[in-house]
């Protein structure tokens, strides 16, 4: 994984990844859905968490990013854990610092509409938000929770296990 902050669009429609029972011709990953991936359930971290507790879990789970959410739990941005190391080592983040200070906020603009990423998204679909963007994050239709975190790495490892 990249770790360098990237501009990443928040998470908007989905077609369905079959239509009238046929796979889209052309379609690499076979009709897949994101649900295929068989990701791990999202970590997410409230803007007042602590930076020496993000830190720990974030290594505990071996996450590179973890969304960030606000008080209604909707997703604000997120945290690029190798960054935050950095800084920590550099001694630029104080442990007691809250996570909101070092997030990567979404840029939620007309120029950059948000982009619905849900079980059912064609995996098609999720490769091209993943040509612009450094990760997904997955959540239900409603937007209400955040399931998931889906990278490039999580295609490659879905394309080798199947041998697509």
Known sequence: MPSAAAPVAPIAGSASPVLNGTIPEGDKYRGAVVE?????????????????????????????????????????????????????EAQQASPIDRVIKYTTKFDRTASHPYTLI??????????????????????????????????????ETFVSRRGI
């Open 36 to 88: 295929d991936l068989q990701l791990p359930p999202a970590f997410a971290l409230p803007t007042d968490e602590a930076v020496s507790r993000a830190i720990d879990l974030a290594y505990e789970r071996d996450y590179s990013y973890i969304p960030v959410l606000d008080r209604t739990r909707k997703p604000l941005g997120y945290l690029d854990v190798a960054a935050l190391k950095t800084k920590w």
């Open 118 to 155: 849900t079980p059912a998204t064609p995996l098609s679909e999720l490769e091209e938000f993943l040509k612009h963007n450094i990760f997904a994050i997955v959540t239900d239709y409603g937007r209400k929770f955040v399931l998931a975190v889906a990278t490039q790495q999580d295609l």
